[in-house]
């Protein structure tokens, strides 16, 4: 799989996850998604802070230096306008970022920048669908942000679920690679 088309793909993926932020209907915020004991403005809170951390990372700085400052309600009273604020910053700042080869520490380890916008790419995907799915929002997500998500997850396998970040994998029989993805992040595509 050609890490670069992953970076090249997150100002897509985030414009999809933007689009469907900005749909969500004020009564639909505190709704239940697909993430287990989050709601959609969990979700979205919780993407915002991710996005927070990407210019900090990006730089050079490692968790330690950007300390708990994320923690907590990162949205607000205005869910949208925290999101645009932080996916602006993060995609600024991939879009600086001179090579895919460049160091980013992450919980794990210092990997390169590929490893992680793979990670992020598969973020804006999933939990779109979370999003569109709590708020019930049309569910379709970028085909080609879904293609390299598949190929990025499923060489994992079982160590997805054990990695903690995903619940096990769902069972399908759907040929659809869009259902393959939520299947492999543990969720029921249908």
Known sequence: MDMVSNRSLLPVAAAR????????????WNDPTPCSEWSVRDVVNHMTGEHLWVPHLLAGQTLEDVGDRYDGDNVGTDPVAAWES????????WQALPSDEEPVHLSFGRVPASLYASQMLVDLTVHCWDVARGAGLDETLVPEAVSAVL??????????????YFAAAVDTTSADAQDRVLALSGRDPS
Do not use: H, I, M, Y
């Open 151 to 164: 190929a990025f997850l499923e060489p994992q396998g079982a160590a997805l679920a054990e990695s903690g």
């Open 86 to 93: 932080a996916v602006t910053a993060s995609l600024a700042a």
């Open 17 to 28: 996850f933007t689009a469907a932020v900005r749909a969500v209907p004020p009564d639909r």
